[in-house]
């Protein structure tokens, strides 16, 4: 499948990806539906929570379920006119989502009751935009500014520690046309394991549109949500925004370990008829056997607790030997010759 680099998330949090390969997957489930009110999405939003488990609130970890975020507990701190810091809800309200763009930040917009007045549903932004956009759970909408893109990577919620999910859906209003707005979904290696169009709505103005797709395994390692064809600022067709995001929730990614070495190193000096080589190793199984092997010599030794071997090797400088060579097993007891490199996500 086509494949895909996290430039913005990589940019925006320092990310080092190393991690297993993507296993093979079951075909995606899709959740769709559009209307005019939210009783019209409503039974294909529910049939989406079904899929992924029980709502686990705010905090904690959970070996299934899903998150939910749907705008409205944002305080007004964090609300139009002022921006959502990307990770208010891996950090404030701890739900294992962050947020990137390449625009200039993220907004949600204002209560109808706020100490400074603004208006709701980006009436800060345009005063048409409270007549075109609707909510699905009210009063709040969100939006990233200065672009279309939103990018979601899932964390473990409150941690700095990268996670997958087996699914992610949002709400979206004022979808008008077929191929405006997509979400993307995408696994830890950048590849691209499903993409969809979002339905347009049955109105032209205010209409509820969702879209959600469910895995049968946590493999979604970001999503990447087009809304709109254009950003929010001057109303034109396509000007979308966002309601509730819903989404499994986030696993924890297992690192790969270190690449297992194994090193022979030929005699290079010799003292009283005898020439020294060494064996050297990491990444080995802990207190594994090491092998080793020269012309007229066999013996062994064993890895440290840790995984790491260090030894020299003496023989007799008469010999007339360069073949020492070791043997041994990794720490995902997969067997290592010397002089090789065995990386185990590889």
Not at 72 to 79: H, K, R, T
Not at 101 to 125: C, D, H, K, M, Y
Not at 256 to 281: D, E, K, M, Q, R
Not at 286 to 291: I, K, L, Q
């Amino acid at each position: 499948m086509k494949k895909h680099w996290l430039s913005l998330a990589i940019a925006s949090f320092g990310l080092t990806l190393i991690f297993n390969p993507a296993a093979a997957l079951a075909d995606p489930v899709v959740f769709e539906a559009s209307g005019a009110t939210p009783a019209d999405i409503q039974t294909t939003v529910n049939a989406f929570r079904n899929f992924l488990g029980p709502n686990n609130g705010v905090g904690g970890t959970f070996p299934d379920g899903r998150r939910e975020i749907n705008w409205d507990g944002v305080p007004d701190a964090f609300s139009a006119p002022n921006l959502l810091p990307a990770n208010f809800f891996n950090s404030n309200s701890p739900r294992g989502a962050v947020f990137f763009t390449l625009g200039t930040g993220f907004q949600v917009s204002a209560n109808s009751i706020n100490p400074t007045g603004t208006p709701v549903r980006f009436g800060n932004i345009h005063h048409v935009y409270p007549a075109l956009f609707s909510t699905f759970s009210p009063q709040k909408l969100f939006s990233a500014l200065n672009s279309n893109i939103t990018e979601t990577l899932f964390f473990i919620p409150g941690t700095a520690q990268s996670a997958t999910s087996t699914g992610f859906g949002a709400v979206f209003t004022d979808v008008n046309t077929d191929h405006s707005t997509k979400i993307e979904y995408f696994d830890v290696n950048g590849n691209l394991l499903f993409s969809q169009n979002v339905l347009p709505g049955t109105t032209n103005r205010g209409s509820l549109s969702f879209l959600g797709v469910g895995f049968d395994t946590a493999s979604v390692f970001f999503v990447r949500i087009r809304s709109g064809n254009r950003i929010l600022k001057t109303p034109n067709r396509d000007v979308v925004v966002m309601d509730d995001f819903i989404y499994g929730e986030p696993q924890a990614l297992h690192q790969c370990p270190p690449a297992a070495t194994l090193v022979a190193t030929n005699p290079t000096y010799s003292c009283g008829g005898t020439c020294w080589g060494h064996i050297s190793g990491t990444g080995l199984a802990p207190n594994a056997e090491v092998d080793i092997f020269a012309p007229g010599l066999i013996g062994n030794g064993s890895a440290d607790s840790n995984g790491n071997f260090d030894s020299d090797v003496g023989l007799s400088c008469g010999a007339g030997w360069s073949g020492l060579h070791a043997t041994s097993t990794t720490a995902t007891n997969q067997p290592i010759a010397s002089n090789t490199v065995n990386s185990p996500c590889n």
